[in-house]
Antibody
Framework: QVQLQESGPGLVKPSETLSLTCTVS????????WTWIRQPPGKGLEWIGY???????TYNPSLKSRLTISVDTSKNQFSLKVNSVTAADTAVYFC???????????WGQGTLVTVSS | QSALTQPPSASGSPGQSVTISCTGT?????????VSWYQQHPGKAPKLIIY???KRPSGVPDRFSGSKSGNTASLTVSGLQAEDEADYYC?????????FGGGTKLTVL
């Protein structure tokens, strides 16, 4: 059974960098698109971007300038960094596995990140 | 890229059927047969219920079905049950990107 678990600080100050890690168990990284998705409180889902097991990345164009997604295959982890955060980045952040073509079959439980001084 | 358009709410009585639409463009929904649907209960992670427009993952009841016509995809929930009350989101492949709909809150009356 594939499991994903997000980890990272729950509180980040404005203008600083949000950093999260997703640990994957029960499967290898091969041939999937490891994805970050976020959901502001009371709002809908927003696709952030993914990293392929090969290391190639694709980001949401509206966030691209502030994003970095990386992978550590030795630890079965992938990570998200969002620079220069504002209150608008406050959200529950989910990591998920994309089989390809927007099929997110496994999700982490989500972690709330609040941007506040 | 813009979010796909879903109605904010839908409702039906137990046993009835309800259909939720998801409208995009020829660059996403209309351009590929790669639309998926997710069910999200409060405080939980979304759950995949339909992929590739109309396929159901193992374990998802056949009360859930999907279809597509042009730039609009649809999710139909037949034989509504109380546990179907949740938020539903569509998602589409859009070339290298992916895009979600704004979500529909389904109420079972």
């Amino acid at each position: 059974q594939v499991q994903l678990q997000e980890s990272g600080p729950g509180l980040v100050k404005p203008s600083e960098t949000l950093s999260l890690t997703c640990t994957v168990s029960g499967d290898s990284f091969s041939n999937y698109f490891w994805t970050w998705i976020r959901q502001p409180p009371g709002k809908g889902l927003e696709w952030i971007g993914y990293i392929h097991h090969s290391g190639s990345t694709t980001y949401n164009p509206s966030l691209k300038s502030r994003l970095t997604i990386s992978v550590d295959t030795s630890k079965n982890q992938f990570s998200l960094k969002v620079n220069s955060v504002t209150a608008a980045d406050t959200a529950v952040y989910f990591c998920a596995r994309d089989l390809g073509a927007a099929t997110f079959d496994y999700w982490g439980q989500g972690t709330l990140v609040t941007v506040s001084s | 890229q813009s979010a796909l358009t879903q109605p904010p709410s839908a409702s039906g009585s137990p046993g009835q059927s309800v259909t939720i639409s998801c409208t995009g463009t020829s660059s996403d929904v209309g351009g590929y047969n790669y639309v998926s649907w997710y069910q999200q209960h409060p405080g939980k992670a979304p759950k995949l219920i339909i992929y590739n427009v109309s396929k159901r993952p193992s374990g998802v009841p056949d009360r859930f079905s999907g279809s597509k016509s042009g730039n609009t995809a649809s999710l139909t929930v037949s034989g509504l049950q109380a546990e179907d009350e949740a938020d539903y989101y569509c998602s589409s492949y859009a070339g290298s990107n992916r895009v979600f709909g704004g979500g529909t809150k389904l109420t079972v009356l």
